[in-house]
């Protein structure tokens, strides 16, 4: 008998140890202009909570998210909420979350509560395209945890005199989960972000990052742009807040290179 049963959802960290790069910006946004094509569900795994803010959940507001999900074994269906996004979900930082590197290292399959969580959830989860998992600006348990559950990894890259350390750094910790925990990780890619044109180090960055990292440098660039800054603020991706402005063009573009990348994979994986 045929199945008609949907396939399970395309699950992508979104990482870099080093803060202040827009990954929960590129999060945000990402998973915004994903939303006006497909369903997505965002966790966010950050203790800081950026992103469930920047998504209009202030901190008081959030009850059981996903320090619930990964310590206390709540089911996913209990902590996700909706957001003003359409076709956008969300599992808030709760504010118990800071203390969950602590209380992972106790705790049994430390490095996979997530992935066990996320299939356990998967009647939860039909229907949705993407989950994308927002990391802590950090290596740890819950960055650990991201990694084991993802099936791709997507690296936001500031424009910067210290990108090409900070990427050294990540790639390490790659080999390492492939090697110990999950054999399937790919790169997904590398995004800039904050990208200057006026600024020649932000243009020098640029080249030295395409020069060694080839394609896997998405052609999109997300620039500074005050708009993007300022949406967070009003507990809107940029894409809502100011739909016209570079910042919102640019995440849109990204999401349309996303799955552009996403379907020549699918077909490349078909022919071998």
């Not at 959802?9 to 990954?23: D, E, S």
């Not at 202030?58 to 957001?83: F, H, K, M, Q, W």
């Not at 989860?125 to 990894?153: F, I, K, Q």
């Not at 925990?181 to 030295?208: C, K, Q, W, Y």
Request: proline share 6%; aromatic share 4%; hydrophobic share 45%.
């Amino acid at each position: 008998m045929k199945s008609f049963d949907t396939p399970p959802p395309r699950i992508l960290a979104l990482a870099n140890q080093k803060g202040g790069v827009g990954k929960t910006t590129t999060a945000v946004n990402l998973a915004a202009a994903l939303a006006a094509r497909q369903k997505v569900l965002l966790i966010d795994l950050d203790p800081q909570g950026n992103a469930s803010t920047g998504l209009g959940v202030a901190r008081a507001d959030r009850g059981a998210g996903s320090y619930a999900l990964l310590i206390d074994g709540r089911p996913l269906a209990e902590v996700i909420r909706p957001t003003a996004v359409k076709n956008l979900h969300l599992v808030p930082a709760d504010q118990d979350l800071a203390g969950a590197e602590l209380e992972l290292a106790d705790l049994s399959r430390r490095e996979s509560r997530l992935k066990t969580a996320i299939e356990a959830g998967a009647e939860r989860l039909r229907g949705v395209d993407w989950v994308l998992l927002d990391c802590p600006p950090s290596l740890g348990l819950l960055t650990l945890n991201a990694l084991v559950a993802a099936e791709a990894v997507m690296v936001p890259l500031q424009a910067e005199f210290y990108a090409l350390e900070g990427m050294s750094q990540i790639m390490q910790t790659l080999e390492r989960v492939r090697g110990g925990f999950n054999p399937a990780l790919r790169l997904e890619g590398i995004v800039l972000t904050m990208l200057d044109r006026r600024n020649n180090l932000s243009e020098a960055v640029e080249n030295d990052v395409r020069g060694f990292f080839k394609q896997q440098v998405y052609e999109t660039v997300i620039p500074r742009n005050v708009r993007v800054s300022e949406a967070p603020s009003h507990g809107l991706p940029v894409t809502l807040y100011d739909p016209r402005s570079p910042g919102a063009d640019a995440y849109t573009r990204l999401a349309a290179e996303f799955l552009r990348r996403h379907r020549a994979r699918l077909r490349q994986e078909a022919t071998t």
